[in-house]
């Protein structure tokens, strides 16, 4: 079974700042690979997806990911952060043979400062 | 367009209590997920609808959960009795194809049982 693991419970950055969100996940074959973002008191809403194709994907909001297979990683990235991207970010992976399931990773809560 | 929506968005009531949680999937979309989000677990899907059909309910808890969708445009995730913990925030997703698309989900319903 597929597996995701966000090493990085909570991340504090200043505004304007850069901001890199880590996932691993583990699957043994290809997997599809999302990225949510969850505003507090909110449902996720989808931030990018990597199903096969060019490993650097654009995403809403001036995020990016890169799906490294070599390390099965699949980080998120965001060169200059604003107050409005607080919030928890859920890395999911999807397996083929069951292409309705996805497995949350367990979260990274973001805190922006001024 | 109207997202995915549930109701009530929040729910108290007390041990024992029948508690009925609503959803109304986006126009067009064929498959519908209930997901519990909890601080010690995570998100975790509950239950798979396909075509109105369930397909997956291999993540309900136990027997006290029940899930049914009598039409394409409404889904209920019924749990009786009621345990304190049960208290989580539902949330309600679709999709057009299941998991290779991406999943709307609704602003979730937090249901506290005392």
């Known amino acids: 079974a597929q597996s995701v693991t966000q090493p990085d419970i909570h991340i504090t950055v200043s505004e304007g700042a850069s901001l890199e969100l880590r996932c691993n996940y583990s699957?043994?074959?290809?997997?599809?690979l999302f990225w949510y973002v969850q505003s507090p008191g909110q449902g996720l809403q989808l931030l990018l997806k990597?199903?096969?194709?060019?490993?650097l994907v654009q995403g809403i909001k001036g995020f990016e990911a890169e799906f490294k297979r070599s390390q099965s990683s699949f980080n998120l990235r965001k060169p200059s952060v604003h107050w409005s991207d607080a919030a928890e970010y859920f890395c999911?992976?999807?397996?083929?043979?069951?292409?309705?399931?996805?497995?949350f990773g367990a979260g990274t809560t973001v805190t922006v400062r001024a | 367009d109207a997202g995915v929506i549930q109701s009530p968005r929040h729910e108290v009531t007390e041990m024992g209590q029948e508690v009925t949680l609503r959803c109304k999937p986006i126009?067009?979309?064929?498959?519908l997920f209930w997901y519990r989000q909890t601080m010690m677990r995570g998100l975790e899907l509950l239950i798979y609808?396909?075509?109105?059909?369930?397909?997956?309910d291999s993540g309900m808890p136990e027997d006290r959960f029940s899930a049914k969708m009598p039409n394409a445009s409404f889904s209920t995730l019924k749990i009786q009795p009621s345990e304190p913990r049960d208290s989580a925030v539902y949330f309600c997703?679709?999709?057009?194809?299941?998991?290779?698309?991406?999943?709307?989900f609704g602003p979730g319903t937090r249901l506290t049982v005392l």
């Open positions: 609808f396909n075509n109105n059909v369930p397909i997956d």
């Open positions: 990597y199903f096969s194709g060019d490993t």
């Open positions: 699957y043994g074959a290809t997997p599809y």
């Open positions: 997703a679709s999709s057009r194809q299941g998991g290779r698309n991406e999943q709307f």
């Open positions: 999911a992976v999807g397996a083929l043979r069951d292409d309705y399931k996805l497995s």
């Open positions: 126009s067009g979309h064929n498959s």
